[in-house]
């Protein structure tokens, strides 16, 4: 398994923007997915974006259109760019590393979107 430090995030009025980092601890070139994840108070946690080995990328409906996920494997770091947020994004997110078959975590940052 990798260890997994995420940071990027803050606070941040609406419609503003936030880049996201994950950085990895081993090599990230194997990995077969990397996501990241959110969880507000109260409710279950979501994946947010994710992308593939071979670079396909999805995303969750709410985010279509204003959120990047990218990965830099030289870097051994996955970013989320996060524009036009709203309070709604507000969360914890994490960034998850599935190399099969070991998921691995990091602690999470939190993304806060002021009205």
């Known amino acids: 398994q990798v260890q997994l430090v995420e940071s990027g995030g803050g606070l941040v009025q609406a419609g503003g923007s936030l880049r996201l980092s994950c950085a990895a601890s081993?090599?990230?070139?194997?990995?077969?997915?990397m996501a990241w994840y959110r969880q507000a108070p109260g409710k279950q946690r979501e994946l947010v974006a994710g992308?593939?080995?071979?670079?396909?990328?999805n995303y969750a409906d709410s985010v279509k259109g204003r959120f990047t996920i990218s990965r830099d494997n030289a870097k051994n770091t996955v970013y989320l760019q996060m524009n036009s947020l709203k309070p709604d994004d507000t969360a914890v997110y994490y960034c998850?590393?599935?190399?099969?078959?070991?998921?691995?975590w990091g602690q999470g940052t939190q993304v806060t979107v002021s009205s």
């Open positions: 992308i593939i080995s071979g670079g396909k990328t």
């Open positions: 081993g090599n990230i070139f194997s990995a077969n997915v």
């Open positions: 998850n590393v599935l190399i099969i078959p070991y998921s691995s």
